[in-house]
């Protein structure tokens, strides 16, 4: 099993596979980037609203996470710097409404009066002081740790390797319940409960196979599910 994951984490760890995914966002500002015309900020930003609104169908997510970006202008670190948010009780995503995003905006403009970047913050820290929720020390932080991922790992392929400072084997795995479901179904984890347990057992047992990069997995969950979804 571990030569199959490896086989499916080289095959499917390639953008061909995320254009239409939350991630194409955030990639969209580190092209803007490299070119001149977008700042590190801009795709941390990105990074933050595209993994909160990763839930549901990935249509649904890219469409809304377009909806977004064309209220901030395609400019998210001056629209958060602004202070000028949509600010109402209508949707933008599922439950999540404009209220709740300059809710996000208001915390973000506040850690970036004092801060050049979200990268020396832990995942708990960015569940408090960026999406404002309360400490939980089982909670598995499925958006926190894809969008880690997305700003750590630096293979040049999908992920975006703007974080330098952060070691890519501290990386946690982002657990949904088709990860955890498909972990489970392939013996990387034996426990029942969706928690942050789960997540080190899932995220250890990954480390086995992908040493220094547990996250690489992802890529291989990934391929599980696209070769076994019709199964």
């Known amino acids: 099993m571990q030569d199959q994951l490896r086989a499916w984490a080289d095959k499917y760890n390639d953008r061909q596979y995320f254009l239409e995914d939350p991630i194409a966002f955030p990639t969209r500002f580190a092209a803007e980037l490299k070119r001149g015309g977008a700042c590190l900020q801009d795709?941390?930003?990105?990074?933050?609203f595209a993994a909160h609104f990763a839930w549901g169908r990935r249509a649904m997510i890219v469409r809304d996470c377009g909806r977004l970006f064309d209220e901030m202008d395609w400019k998210p670190y001056d629209y958060v710097m602004n202070g000028e948010w949509r600010n109402d009780d209508s949707s933008i995503h599922r439950t999540v409404k404009w209220s709740e995003v300059a809710g996000i905006c208001s915390r973000l403009k506040h850690i970036y009066e004092r801060i050049d970047s979200l990268e020396s913050m832990d995942v708990n820290r960015i569940r408090e002081e960026v999406f404002g929720q309360k400490p939980d020390g089982k909670a598995p932080n499925k958006k926190i740790n894809m969008m880690r991922r997305w700003m750590v790992r630096s293979d040049g392929h999908v992920d975006l390797g703007?974080?330098?400072?952060?070691?890519?084997?501290?990386?946690?795995?982002?657990?949904?319940?088709?990860?955890?479901?498909?972990?489970?179904?392939?013996?990387?984890?034996?426990?029942?409960?969706?928690?942050?347990?789960?997540v080190y057992e899932i995220t250890?047992?990954?480390r086995e196979v992908f040493p220094g990069d547990p996250c690489k997995g992802d890529f291989a969950l990934f391929g599980y599910g696209v070769t076994h979804q019709d199964k």
């Open 204 to 206: 250890d047992a990954l």
């Open 43 to 48: 795709v941390e930003i990105a990074a933050v």
């Open 162 to 198: 703007l974080w330098k400072d952060t070691d890519p084997d501290s990386l946690l795995i982002p657990l949904d319940v088709h990860v955890y479901e498909t972990a489970k179904s392939i013996g990387l984890t034996g426990r029942n409960q969706k928690d942050i347990g789960t």
